[in-house]
């Protein structure tokens, strides 16, 4: 999640070329949801591809402020809550498959447990939907919380990491989902929590994207973003 009054703008190998007139290509699925099953492989891997118009049905439409064309899929491993290896996917910006590879590869490396990494789209893009079942994604075109202007998911530039363990919390301390009040304090020494300065923080910071929980009034623990360049 984002707010703009919190954050300045918060708002590979290739595949097909995108189809951009906004009908879906026959032989494009629509992602569906599934519960995360285990890679065989214990070896992290990436792979980058371009996104078909089918994969973001729901998450862009004509006048958003990225283009199809501008947006990749990643496809990776992550380290699962049951301790083993899964695959997950994440729409970014075609500018930032680098950053998401880096970082991912050393969460990846530490065991830094995940969830569950399916696009928004397999929730029809609800941003409150993907976040009640603990999802980990990143485009979405959506205004920024509480906000007309676009957020940073929209632009591709932004991440919500397990949202449950790292929620959006208001000024007033409020949390919206109820999975997720019992992690609305920080510091919090639990699996899958990012907590002020450590490594996941560090991580991220290493390559020029800033952390929701460093915000104020509100937090938002689960939100990195990067600003457009």
């Known amino acids: 999640m984002c707010l703009a009054a919190t954050a300045a703008a918060c708002g590979g190998t290739q595949a097909s070329s995108p189809t951009l ?5 026959p032989a494009d699925p629509i992602p569906t949801a599934t519960s995360p099953s285990p890679t065989p492989t214990a070896a992290f891997a990436a792979k980058v591809t371009e996104v078909t118009r089918n994969e973001v049905k729901y998450s862009w439409r004509p006048g958003c402020p990225v283009s199809l064309g501008d947006l990749r899929k990643v ?20 500018a930032v498959t680098g950053d998401i590879t880096t970082v991912f590869k050393k969460l990846y490396d530490w065991r830094f447990p995940i969830a569950r990494m399916q696009l928004v789209d397999v929730y029809k893009g609800s941003d409150f939907d993907s976040i009640e079942v603990d999802n980990t994604s990143a485009f979405n075109c959506r205004p920024a919380t509480g906000s007309s202007k676009w957020s940073q998911h929209a632009y591709g530039r932004a991440i919500d990491i397990n949202p449950r363990e790292n929620p959006y919390v208001s000024s007033d301390g409020s949390v919206a ?15 899958g929590v990012i907590n002020p300065g450590d490594r996941v923080v560090k991580a991220f910071k290493a390559e020029g994207w800033e952390w929701g929980g460093y915000w104020t009034p509100i937090r938002d623990y689960q939100h990195f973003s990067k600003a457009g360049g």
């Open 21 to 25: 007139s906004g009908t879906p290509a």
């Open 75 to 94: 496809t990776l491993t992550y380290w699962g809550f049951d301790d083993k290896p899964h695959t997950g996917e994440l729409v970014v910006n075609k």
């Open 177 to 191: 989902h109820t999975n997720a009040r019992k992690f609305a304090k920080r510091p919090l020494d639990k699996p």
